[in-house]
């Protein structure tokens, strides 16, 4: 615990504070339209977070991440509608199977030299690869989708994750704060010091004696099974899994905006990412269509436009930024 708050200036602690103590009682305060937008935001800083692990901190530049949620979604949801499985005990399958799976691209593209651009389209292969697969799975509903039983919304059912929204955003808040809290230990860790040499400089790293094959096959087996997670909520959230939903390139880039947008490699730019973008985004969708206007791919249009803007004048992203002006910074 100590080490988590080692560093930080008093008005950093009082401001992060104060923002936990917003997000905790806002469910209480807001109507269900927006606490619906905050879950969703939630889970875009959790998943956030997960990327920024092998992107961020590594250096490993995954275009497929959705590849591990629907995984872990599928993996979860299957053994709660077919056989009855706890979805608890779901996760557990949901993250050896997205660390399996993570360790075989890790294998494939570390082993054979496959890195930068060609590494991330790799992951976009494989993610492609498993979303024709279970497009043609009958037994998963192949393309007609996999529903899970909808919640009784009246009782919170913790256990089997059935409830109201304000259940699974007490949820998602609370996996933000654990991964917060891992990803600053991971950062303080040799684990993490490795990582930020191998991204910086792979050949200086591997010329240190640091064993870049092992720590990148780490990087990209902890994102990925952290992913899992993401993907087991957003199956007992949405109650519903459609592979050319969950598995598509744009659910990968939804992932990865926030930590570009909020401050690629820290440990705060994912969630303010994910607080920027997705109000944002889904506030425009809602003004247009109050507005009668009716602008396919709008979204993307503004991702981009976003992403750009952020790129020209804010290259390190929002978070940064915003610490230096407001005196947030870490003490060295």
Not at 101 to 122: C, E, K, N, T
């Amino acid at each position: 615990m100590n080490m988590l708050f080692d560093g930080l200036p008093r008005r950093a602690l009082v401001a992060l504070g104060l923002f936990l103590a917003v997000l905790l009682v806002a469910p209480w305060l807001v109507n269900a339209y927006i606490l619906s937008l905050l879950v969703v935001v939630l889970y875009f800083a959790y998943a956030g977070q997960a990327w920024n692990v092998m992107m961020g901190f590594a250096g490993q530049l995954s275009l497929g991440h959705s590849l591990y949620v629907g995984l872990g979604a599928y993996a979860a949801a299957m053994m709660f509608t077919k056989f009855g499985v706890n979805p608890w005990v779901g996760l557990l399958v949901a993250v050896a199977t997205t660390t399996a799976m993570g360790a075989i691209i890790g294998f494939l593209a570390f082993r054979f030299g496959i890195g930068g651009v060609y590494f991330a389209i790799l992951t976009i292969a494989f993610s492609e690869f498993v979303r024709v697969g279970f497009d043609h799975w009958p037994w998963l509903g192949g393309s007609g989708g996999l529903f899970l039983p909808v919640a009784n919304l009246s009782s919170n059912d913790l256990l089997n994750l059935r409830g109201a929204p304000i259940m699974f955003y007490y949820v998602m808040l609370a996996m933000c704060v654990a991964a917060l809290g891992f990803c600053r230990w991971l950062l303080g860790s040799r684990l993490g010091y490795y990582w930020q040499a191998i991204r910086e400089n792979e050949d200086a790293a591997a010329a240190l004696g640091i064993p870049v094959f092992r720590y990148k096959m780490i990087a990209v087996m902890l994102s990925s099974a952290m992913t899992a997670f993401a993907g087991v909520f957003y199956a007992f959230y949405y109650n519903n899994l459609f592979p050319e939903q969950i598995f598509s390139m744009g659910r990968s880039i939804e992932i990865i905006l926030g930590p570009i947008i909020g401050g690629l490699g820290t440990l705060i730019g994912p969630i303010v990412g994910a607080f920027v973008l997705t109000p944002l985004a889904d506030g425009l969708s809602e003004l247009l269509q109050w507005a009668g206007i009716d602008v396919p791919g709008v979204k993307q249009v503004f991702y981009g436009i976003c992403l750009l803007l952020v790129v020209v004048f804010l290259p390190n992203g929002i978070w940064p930024m915003l610490a230096r002006r407001l005196g947030l910074e870490r003490e060295h």
